[in-house]
């Protein structure tokens, strides 16, 4: 199924980022929620939507900064680039968190991503 990368949000932010950083997507049948092993802990929620111990080092590796709205209102924009090279890739959301993993899938995959049938939990 094809999703806007820039749009995305939800169980199929988490999906694409876990496609695009090669994470194993196990499903809790129970709760529906993404879990990945770690041979400490056994298995752990992998939400880098929330968690900014996953998504930080995304940020840092991808070079991310942020631009927060002027008082208060509108979206958060995330920015992969530099200004001065032509290839900057930017995304919006309502934090930092979604904005930088809109932007992380934008960068990899452009405006589309195709998530495969079979990884997308049938509710």
Not at 40 to 50: C, S
Request: some cysteine.
């Amino acid at each position: 199924m094809k999703f806007n990368s820039k749009t995305l949000s939800g169980n199929n932010l988490i999906l694409a980022v876990a496609i695009t950083e090669g994470v194993e997507v196990i499903w809790d049948h129970d709760h529906k929620i993404f879990l990945f092993e770690d041979g400490e802990d056994g298995q752990q929620r992998y939400d880098p939507t929330i968690s900014f111990e996953q998504a930080g080092p995304i940020r840092v590796r991808e070079k991310m900064w942020i631009r927060y709205p002027f008082f208060g209102s509108g979206e958060v924009e995330a920015i992969n680039g530099n200004f001065l090279f032509p290839n900057i890739v930017n995304a919006f959301g309502p934090d930092e968190l979604i904005a930088s993993m809109r932007c992380l899938i934008a960068s990899k995959h452009g405006e589309v991503i195709e998530i495969p049938d079979h990884l997308i939990p049938n509710y």
